[in-house]
């Protein structure tokens, strides 16, 4: 079993996902270049898509946008934001 050490994306992770991603590359080879699992981009792919697409219809990832989705969710009590779900 690979024992994986667990770590939060950086904003430099995340511009790199945004240029790999912009670039077409598959999620699986972009989670082998940032060094984490392919879990972790398709959690984070959502944080940072934009209203906009590409030609071909896939959605726009935005390093900035996915960053502060994160920093807004950090600033909250994880209890807070289940709880604001549930209204």
Known sequence: AVVREYRYLTHDDRLLIEKLYARGI???????????????IY?????????????????????????????QNMAVPRRMQRKGQNE
Do not use: C, H, M, N
């Open 43 to 71: 959690r984070e792919l959502p944080r940072g898509y934009t209203d906009e697409r590409f030609p071909g219809g896939r959605k726009v990832y935005s390093a900035v946008k996915a960053q502060q989705t994160v920093d």
């Open 26 to 40: 598959a999620p699986s080879d972009i989670a082998s270049v940032v060094g984490v699992s392919l879990a972790t």
